[in-house]
Structure formats: C-alpha cells, structure tokens
Nanobody, 119 residues
C-alpha cells in the first residue's frame, strides 16, 4: 500500500490562498490517480479533486474555479492550490492515491492536514 504524507495546511483568512502538497512512498509500481478529499466532523468525507496520470482532472462543484490540482509524476507528488478560500472550506484534507502496489491496485489516503478558514 502507498504511504501518503500531506503538508501545507493551516489557518487562512477568507479570500486567502493555501497550497497543499502530498508525496507518495512505498512499493509503488505506478500511480493511476491522485487527488484530495476533505471531511468536516460529523459529515461524510467528500471528493475535492482528482487527476489522472495523463492529466485529466475532476473537481467538486463547490471548488471548481477556485482550486487547482496538479501532479509531478516524477516525484509521485500531488498538489492542491486553493484560492478564494471560504469558511465552508474548513476541513481536514486527505491526500488520495489509486496505485499499483505489491498488494495489487489499491486506494490509499494520508493522515490528513487541517485547513481552517477564519477571520
């Protein structure tokens, strides 16, 4: 299974920007999809953004036009540039990957990084 390590969370004012980073490690033969999910306590985890190895992207309606996902396939890394942040974006953000590993093709998530949007 891939190990995912996120960084870049923190406190930001409404309208501000923040960039999250994530790197995958472990026995990985190829990563098909990388992305980000988020979760607010008491609510279901939701998909924020996905990117395939070929560069195709998918965004949640709530973030489209404000967030930008990108990847560096040479580093097994994925990034999430978050612009025009709103209090509703406050959540724990989890890095996600779907990769070929020694245990087969698996979904993996990181431990999460807190993003708080508040004045």
């Amino acid at each position: 299974q891939a190990q995912l390590a996120e960084s870049g969370g923190g406190l930001v004012q409404p309208g501000g920007s923040l960039t999250l980073s994530c790197t995958a490690s472990g026995i990985i033969y190829g990563i098909h999809i990388m992305g980000w999910d988020r979760q607010v306590p008491g609510r279901q985890r939701e998909m924020v953004a996905r990117m395939t190895g070929g560069g195709r992207t998918t965004y949640a309606d709530s973030v489209r036009g404000r967030f930008i996902i990108s990847r560096d396939n040479s580093k097994n890394a994925v990034y999430l540039q978050m612009n025009d942040l709103k209090p509703d974006d406050t959540a724990v953000y989890y890095c996600y990957s779907n990769a070929d590993t020694d245990a087969g093709r698996l979904d993996s998530w990181g431990q999460g990084t807190q993003v708080t949007v508040s004045s």
